[in-house]
C-alpha cells in the first residue's frame, strides 16, 4: 500500500529565510506524489504534483519540489519565506483501486513565518 | 477554472436532525469525492463516485449517505449523527478520462464545517 511520511509536524522559519518541508514517500510502483496547502478554515489548495515528466515541479507562489527516487524523497521548498505562506502542507500519495483513485495524505506540517 | 463549491459554509446540527451537504462542480469531471478532516488531521477519504456510480466506501457509518445526482452534484445527507462526527467535510473531483496525471489530480471545494450537538 501506499503512505507519505512528513517530517516534522511544525516547521518555523524567519520571514525571507528558506522553506524546507519533508515528504518521504513508500510505493511498489512509480508513484504520483502532491503538495497541498491549507490556510485556516479553508479547503486544499494543489500546490504542485510530480506525475513523471520531471523531476523538478514547480508549482505556484514560488514553491518547488525535487523528485528524488534513490532517497524515496519529495520534500518541498521555497528559497524566501512569506508571512502568507504560514499554513498547514499536506503531502500525498495517488494510490488506484480498480481504476478509481484516491489521495493518501501524510500528517501535514505547520508553516510558522517569523517577522 | 478548477472551481468546486459547497454549501452550506457551516452547519450546526442536534443528533436527530436529518441535513444535507451539497457540493457542484461545472469543470466536467466524473470522479468526486468526500473526505473528513478531524481538526489538525489530514483529510480522510470517505465515498468515490465515478461516472455518477458509488465506487469507493471507506467503511462509512450509514448514518453518512452520499449520493450522485448527475455529473455535476454530489451530496452527502446526514442523519442521526453524533457528536464526534462534528469535522471539516471536503468534497473534491477529478477527470475520469486522460493520462493518469489528470485522472489523480483532485480539486477540492472549500469544506463545509459541521458541528453536532
Known amino acids: 500500500a501506499q503512505s507519505v511520511t512528513q517530517l516534522g509536524s511544525h516547521v518555523s522559519v524567519s520571514e525571507g529565510a528558506l522553506v524546507l518541508l519533508r515528504c518521504n514517500y513508500s510505493?511498489?510502483?512509480?508513484?504520483?506524489l502532491f503538495w497541498y496547502v491549507q490556510y485556516p478554515n479553508q479547503g486544499l489548495q494543489l500546490l504542485l504534483k510530480y506525475t513523471s515528466a520531471a523531476t523538478l515541479v514547480k508549482g505556484i507562489n514560488g514553491f518547488e519540489a525535487e523528485f528524488k527516487k534513490s532517497e524515496t524523497s519529495f520534500h518541498l521548498t521555497k528559497p524566501s519565506a512569506h508571512m502568507s505562506d504560514a499554513a498547514e502542507y499536506f503531502c500525498a500519495v495517488s494510490d488506484g483501486v480498480d481504476s478509481s483513485y484516491k489521495l493518501i495524505f501524510g500528517s501535514g506540517t505547520r508553516l510558522l513565518v517569523r517577522p | 477554472d478548477t472551481e468546486v463549491t459547497q454549501t452550506p459554509k457551516h452547519l450546526v446540527m442536534g443528533m436527530t436532525n436529518k441535513k444535507s451537504l451539497k457540493c457542484e462542480q461545472h469543470?466536467?469531471?466524473?470522479?468526486m469525492y468526500w473526505y473528513k478532516q478531524k481538526a489538525k488531521k489530514p483529510p480522510e477519504l470517505m465515498f468515490v463516485y465515478s461516472y455518477e456510480k458509488l465506487s469507493i466506501n471507506e467503511s462509512v457509518p450509514s448514518r453518512f449517505s452520499p449520493e450522485c445526482p448527475n455529473s455535476s452534484l454530489l451530496n452527502l445527507h446526514l442523519h442521526a449523527l453524533q457528536p464526534e462526527d462534528s469535522a471539516l467535510y471536503l468534497c473534491?473531483?477529478?477527470?475520469?478520462?486522460?493520462?493518469?496525471?489528470?485522472?489523480?489530480?483532485?480539486?477540492f471545494g472549500p469544506g463545509t464545517r459541521l458541528t453536532v450537538l
Open positions: 473534491a473531483s477529478s477527470v475520469r478520462t486522460g493520462s493518469l496525471d489528470s485522472l489523480t489530480t483532485q480539486y
Open positions: 469543470m466536467g469531471h466524473r470522479a
Open positions: 510505493s511498489s510502483v512509480p508513484p504520483y
